[in-house]
């Protein structure tokens, strides 16, 4: 048996295990899936975290904590939704990880978050362990007292297994600025103490400068480091971005600052195409309109006169950098195709699992660059424990230090990528580099403590 067959052999067996034990998880075993096809050879080599079967651990989440959230709506109806934590992996650091509030959260949404959240948190060089949480309540459309009331019932249950040095929430889908502050008000009551145990929070409490800004700029400053090794820029290069959310905006305001011109958002109900590019005054309208009204993208077209298209996702639209910053699976084969048959060079995941497998592998015979988002986005988490040094520290850096610190973080993520990476073509396996770079400290941690 070839080489090449064992370690397919060894994906194969390990993948019917874990979907035997997880049943109905498409999204965790994707993930899974993902990670070990580029790991397994790696483990295979090293007989270390073979024998003491760290995949196998690191794949089973340390716990899993499901509740019911009851809440009241404005009709004075009751409301019940479930709520969940998945702790899934301490060995370098107390949980980090966002909550999500979405329709379509599940299990399997939360596992494959909180697998990826371990990986990613990892990279970022700080002290974390990987988590995630949310649950299925959908705050579109709902009021904020609504919001308020079900943060609340929420922070009930949620605030026994959290803490500074046990588990740090954030936002991620359905969880921003407003929300924070209603999760953290809640805690900080539940507690009676104030410590920085939720980040993401407001500048007023405890929150960093450029927390907001940072899974998008993050992302941006990657797609730079990798454009640089080709020696080639960002600037006057046309993108498309996906979303308008946290992740997306702040994408779009970092690119156009670096001179690309960003020509499509979106949001769950299509997309907008404005060939001139979104900046400025139009980026301030925007922003403006997804964080301050919450209205949709379809009214930035009828603004400024440009095309809507309706329950579309925007890959169609020919680029040189793609950016999908809105959520899991919003690029599949066909849309990859597309992508680099139009010209795109560059893929740089903002959001979470966005492309799937199929896509994954369009892109990497295309020989384009592929930034999987565990190493992407996660200036997002790096910023949120910077949120939590500043807060223990009781001090609060400025912009600029912030700003310094995410751009240098975000270089060693690059790096570390190319050590495990590079194939000696000029498109690295960036899925491969992140995938081992990640791995290694965590199991090495996992090693240290023996059997558990
Ligand atoms: P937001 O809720 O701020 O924005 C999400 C955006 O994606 C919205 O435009 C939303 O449109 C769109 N969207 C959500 N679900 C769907 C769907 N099923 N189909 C089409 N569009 C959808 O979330 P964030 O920007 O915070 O998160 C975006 C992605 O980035 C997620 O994958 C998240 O896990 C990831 N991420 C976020 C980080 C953060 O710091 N916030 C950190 C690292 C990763 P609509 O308003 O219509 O729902």
Known sequence: ???SDLVQKEVDTFMAS??????????FHQAVHEVTESLMPFVLEHEKYR???????MTEPDRILTFRVTWEDDNKEIQVNRGWRVQ???AIGPYKGGLRFHPTVTLSVLKFLGFEQVFKNSLTTLPMGGGKGGSNFDPKGKSDSEVMRFCQALMVELYRYIGSDRDIPAGDIGVGAREIGYLFGQY???????????????????????RAEATGFGAVYFAENMLAKRGEGLDGKTAAVSGSGNVALYAIQKLAEKG???VTASDSSGFIHDPEGIRDEKFEWLRELKEQRRG???EYAEKFGCEFVEGQRPWGVPCELAFPCATQN??????AEDLVKNGCIAVTEGANMPSDLDAIRVFQEAGILFAPGKAANAGGVAVSGLEQSQNAMRISWTREEVDRRLQDIMRKIHDRCIDFGANGSDAPNYVKGANIAGFIKVADAMLAYGAV
């Open 1 to 3: 048996m070839s080489n």
């Open 18 to 27: 874990l979907k035997e034990r997880n049943p109905g998880e498409p999204e």
């Open 51 to 57: 024998k003491a079967r760290i995949l196998e651990r």
């Open 88 to 90: 899934f992996n301490n």
């Open 188 to 210: 900080r009551r539940l507690e009676n103490r104030f410590t920085g145990t939720i980040t993401g929070k407001g500048l007023s409490f405890g929150g960093s400068l450029i």
């Open 260 to 262: 690309a011109r960003v």
């Open 296 to 298: 949709r993208i379809r």
């Open 330 to 335: 919003e690029v599949n084969r066909q849309n």
